[in-house]
């Protein structure tokens, strides 16, 4: 069977669009942004392209750059329970908070990256979205982690912004702000739009079996353009791989 272009992946709805009647489709157009949620401030940095300013090799001696694990949210970091509209809703994996504190005491940035359509759809608003990952770095603090940094597409697949997950503005966005090397660092997701956001960033990638993991495998094992780096079970197995240096 001839491999599928990795854009053929995009049209299957995750459970959020299929239960709205959207395709999960990258669309095209207008719209570029991304929320990114510091804890501090929720603000939008416009475009997210990919484009940025000629480097400073003195800046970056200074400042040398850090490698990153990116992090998908449902169905990775927490179950998978459809538009997440109120944070009572919000439920994470037993493992989460050991799987962050490991990230964070081997050097890595940890970074969620996440597709929200339910924003733009009128389902929920930021302030709801806030609330959820409030829920989530208390979590993270009974198990002393945390994550550097929370970067959001609030858009639906057809309004054609350049963050939502397959293409990977959030990454490049987040490359940026936080001064990382994407030659270094690891996604880890259960979809393949995390699979091929990953590739397009330049970043090896960990699929987990949570969540739609195992769906998205038997669909896509086979047949997919871009294929994982590694499978794990779950979070927690996908960052010791990633640790343990599994992953190439």
């Known amino acids: 069977m ?21 395709d999960g489709v990258q669309g095209r157009g207008g719209g570029n942004g991304v929320i990114a949620d510091f804890g501090l401030r929720i603000a939008d940095f416009g475009d997210a392209s990919g484009s940025s300013s000629t480097p400073n090799p003195q800046s970056e001696v200074r400042n040398p750059k850090s490698p990153a694990v990116f992090l998908d949210r449902d169905g990775t970091v927490s179950e998978e329970v459809g538009y997440m509209y109120h944070a009572g809703l919000y439920r994470p994996f037993s493992w989460t908070g050991k799987a962050v504190r490991r990230i964070n005491e081997s050097g890595f940035k940890a970074v969620l ?44 697949p057809e309004t054609g912004c350049a963050c939502r997950k397959p293409k990977p503005g959030m990454l490049l966005q987040a490359s940026r702000d936080l001064n990382l090397d994407l030659g270094r660092s690891f996604m880890i997701g259960d979809r393949y739009l995390d699979v091929e956001a990953a590739r397009a960033a330049g970043v090896k990638s960990v699929l987990v079996r949570s969540g739609d ?22 979070l927690l197995d996908a960052v010791e791989a990633i640790l343990s240096g599994r992953v190439a």
């Open 113 to 156: 990256v996440t597709n929200q359509s339910g924003i733009e759809r009128g389902y929920f608003d930021e302030a709801v979205l806030h609330e959820v990952h409030q829920a989530l770095r208390a979590e993270l603090a009974r198990w002393n982690a945390h994550l550097d940094g929370i970067y959001v597409c609030p858009h639906k």
């Open 2 to 22: 001839q491999p599928l272009p990795a854009a053929s992946l995009s049209h299957r709805p995750s459970v959020h669009e299929a239960r709205d009647g959207g």
């Open 213 to 234: 993991g195992a769906a998205e495998l038997e669909r896509y094992a086979a047949t997919a353009a871009a294929q994982p780096n590694h499978v794990a079970d779950n």
